[in-house]
């Protein structure tokens, strides 16, 4: 009951024709990327011996090459570590021994990265010959449900990074889930323009195989050729992290999406109680939704009907998925703020090797998140802020992702980030770093605060800065803006 | 992995305003048909001292009714046997005693069948007390997947019914085979006017709960009811088999079909060509599928983008499923005939009680369906007959389901069925059944034959009935047109 047909091998079987991929450079049908993957595959193995339930590491972009390379790996039941190309040469070289890999197959582009490496070999993608023709390879025709798919780490704010496992029943359980909720027309087109080596982005390349639909594929991020995307190329799904929302909605002026454009799904924290505001005033469809790599992506996610009445919600859980919030060991009361806990079929069995770890995190199938949240009486789930975030000042909890919203509403503010900074008479108090749009426009941000803010929650002092530290899938690492507050003060 | 929560538990959490059902009578939203289904449940469970894994029959015709004692059912994990309403006593007596249920609970429309019944006691649904509120009961609020969720009892050639085992994974994969294949729209409706104890009806009640879409639910099939329907109540989606769908394209006459009513489902044998061909004019988005009870529900459908370049197959499997076509132990080359041959989660694990036939039926878990047909060199299957009903006449093989689409085009005939009789010479020889629209008017069916048929395959003779033995399924009893072709002949 745990096997299936290999998706992309049933999904060229069944709808050949359709288009798979569509960049910049090149369009691929699902029968064209089938005969592609199945020659990397034969060279992979063939070249590299390459065996069944062996892991390899990937550090590359979004490229329809890497594409290919992943459904290559799943054809011979080879395990894909998939790196954060920001990672450095010492962080490369943990997670590929952490996680056993064979080989790192690089990008050229990345040879820096991996040059001092020594300790496992490194293949060049450019090295991969793509002969017109490939030797028959021993394809894994089936897929076991149970096997694991792909390895991603993640950052803890302390000791290494873990690995998380996910198994392609992670992957098929959310991408089902995702459906049932977001439904799903023959004629969609997902926009992939958060990087394939994140869950966000890995779990669009999945999506695309099981439903049969098309992903246009961008490198990078680019708020105006996002923007081009949606409204010249027919795309009608799109998955965002807030800061890209806003850098999309500010492109975008006084335009506007087709009415075609069907769900902008945005993740990686709460979403900004203005750039909702803007969006609803301009049409824009935001799903918001809640997920990790730990979930392969949502597991909680608002469906279309309750888009504007509960605005700032993350929504109800994916189908098959149970979320609860728990405070000291007891589940909380409506409205009641504690740990976001969930299950599913899409949540990760645990951590690669790290036992204790694993342990720590995961009780009777429930995986305890970090995440704060409250649900509200009609069980609508509402994220606050990483645990690890929360600043606690005069015992009041104070949600840095709450005043960051407020501070992005003011006009001449880019970016913002808030951490808490110690105080003698307050145990914290909230600290806040900016980017402006203009060094020498309107900086009253502090009293653009007071409209909307308790006064305990207003920062005490604000740090002008260029950039913020953002990790790659533009999560904000409030972590180093604290490093970087505790230095200025010693 | 297995477990999920109660389907109908989880989608009244989730979208508890939509609209579940909507009958002539009665409209429930996903709330209310909760709550209505827990009550039901609690006083199941209380007056009758239900325990999880107990079997229960019903014999009940398509109701609100009737849903919400299925749903009930699940709430306190019994397992229910679904009768078919026509059957005699004495075969409701046998499917009740080889499934052993507790009871069997029972329209009173139904008493004359049950009455002689005095193995098993009889419960009548308006005996069932519809409390206000209810007692708290032990509820299933998680369903585990291997569980057995209903029997149904299908009949083979000879010897008695088989009881179907359907588990909980069985419908959860055919529904979701089925919307990767038709997608999904948050505004789908699904007419249900196919009966709830088929396959065809009870998997339409479990999309519904799985995608939240509404049921339009008719007791029973009147075509010009269904026209309505879809016409007048956004029905989006219908299922049919071929019988109805003449009788629903004939009551049609001129009018045509809103363009949001999106796909007319049919199944339940091949569709004649004739029939198809009316439909693309009428530009009715016609999806001939393959499947059964033993497949809980499709397991093979053609896609959108080939209902007219294949026209006439029943097109390729559901996402998870898979098809060959063997004969005489080795796989066929495209365009052969042999037995069609099908795998998959939604494919029962076996015959209740009925290890014999199990074994016979399931090799390494391909399921062989007795069912004959042929892929074409791009994979689509057609579906030629039961290879029961094949006529050998002079070692050619002959499908009566070809001659009777043949004979359907004629515009006299309403109805038609075609049998092999006893021949000296040719081995078999054709003879057909019809029923005429106007028993005066035109009778020159067989010239009609002769301009699309090769002559061996021309009926020899022709009966003209008022009306052909179906079942309730509106499946053609062919054994019963052929005994009649004996008793005649003697």
Known sequence: MSYMPNWLRQRAELTPDRLAIKSEQKE?????????????????????????????AL?????????????????????????????????????????EVSFIL??????????????????????????????????????DLRDVATIMYTSGTTGHPKGVIQTFQNHWSSAIGSTLNL??????????????????GLSILIRSVLYGICIVLHDKFDPVKMN??????????????????????????????????????????PIPRPILEVCVKKGIPVYQTYGMTETASQIVTLSPE???????????????????????????????????????????????????ETNKSFVDGWFYTGDLGYKDEDGFLYVLDRRTDLIISGGENIYPAEIEGVMLSHSNVKDAGVVGIEDETWGQIPHAFVVLHDERGDQNILEHCQEYLASYKIPKSITILPELPRNASNKLLRRLLKDSVKGHAQ
Chains 1, 2 share one sequence.
Not at 117 to 135: G, M, R
């Open 228 to 269: 081009r995307a949606i409204q010249q190329d027919k795309v009608t799904i799109v998955s965002v992290v807030t800061t890209m929302l806003k850098q999309m909605v500010d492109a975008l002026g006084t335009d506007e999406y087709p009415t075609t454009f069907r769900c902008m799904l945005t993740g990686g924290g």
């Open 28 to 56: 691929y049908t699902y029968r064209e990327l089938y005969t592609a993957s199945q020659r990397r595959a034969s060279f992979l193995k063939h070249s590299y011996s390459l065996k069944k339930g062996q892991h390899i």
């Open 306 to 356: 309750y888009c504007l009445k509960k605005l700032g919600s993350a929504g109800k859980p994916l189908f098959q998925c149970e979320v609860r919030i728990e405070n000291s060991g007891q589940s909380c009361a409506p409205n009641e703020e504690g740990e976001i806990v969930v299950k599913g079929p899409n949540v990760t069995e645990g951590y690669w090797k790290r036992e204790e």
């Open 106 to 143: 690089c990008d050229r582009y990345y040879a820096e990265i991996v040059d001092s490496i020594k300790t496992v070999e490194i293949l060049y993608h450019d090295q991969l010959e793509d002969l017109p023709s490939f030797e028959k390879f021993e394809e894994e025709t089936e897929i």
């Open 183 to 200: 439904g799903l027309q023959s004629t969609d087109r997902w926009l992939l323009a958060v990087p394939l080596y994140h869950i966000s």
């Open 59 to 99: 550090l590359m972009k979004n490229s329809v090459d890497m594409v290919i390379t992943i459904h290559a790996c799943f054809l011979i039941g080879v395990r894909t570590v998939l790196l954060n190309t920001r990672l450095s040469s010492q962080e490369v070289e943990w997670q590929v021994q952490n996680a």
